[in-house]
């Protein structure tokens, strides 16, 4: 129901395709394009891990499932949810102490570009945004560090 409503709401107010210029973290991204991660695994080890997105957007809350590892020399996520299957995220940069990750998903036959925010706040807190076609429909919220199973 929750993904049906933030659909809807992001190709109702005018759907992105192919590449397009989208804000995140206050600096341009460019989605739908092929290509590498330019953060390195250095820069960018604050932010590995597994997280838990705990949402909230205008239809209501969401919970998205997180992970951002280092492939060798790579930085690659992947972002999931109960009701979206693991969507693959390769384009992946910092914007100033911000982790921005830019990836599209096929929803009825479109491509949907979204970029999640991740940026540390006070007292060692992750705040987090998925902006949704551009602007169209963005969630706020936190990401919490998922503990490794011993």
Do not use: C, H
């Not at 969401?62 to 949810?81: H, P, Q, R, Y």
């Not at 963005?138 to 560090?145: I, P």
Request: no cysteine.
């Amino acid at each position: 129901m929750t993904r049906t409503a933030i659909l809807s709401s992001v190709l109702a107010a005018g759907l992105i395709t192919g590449s397009q210029m989208v804000m995140a973290a206050g600096a341009p991204v460019v989605v739908g394009q092929e290509a590498a991660s330019s953060v390195s695994v250095a820069d960018a080890a604050p932010f590995l891990g597994e997280w838990t997105l705990t949402m909230q957007g205008p239809n209501g809350p969401g919970t998205f499932d997180l992970a951002v590892k280092a492939e060798g020399d790579k930085v690659v996520g992947e972002i999931s949810n109960e009701m979206m299957p693991a969507q693959a995220i390769s384009k992946i940069s910092k914007v100033d102490k911000s982790l921005v990750l830019a990836y599209a998903f096929p929803w009825e036959g479109n491509s949907v570009d979204a970029v999640v925010t991740l940026t540390p706040g006070e007292e060692a807190k992750m705040t987090a945004q998925i902006d949704f076609a551009g602007g169209a429909y963005v969630m706020s919220g936190t990401a919490a560090k998922k503990e490794k199973a011993k």
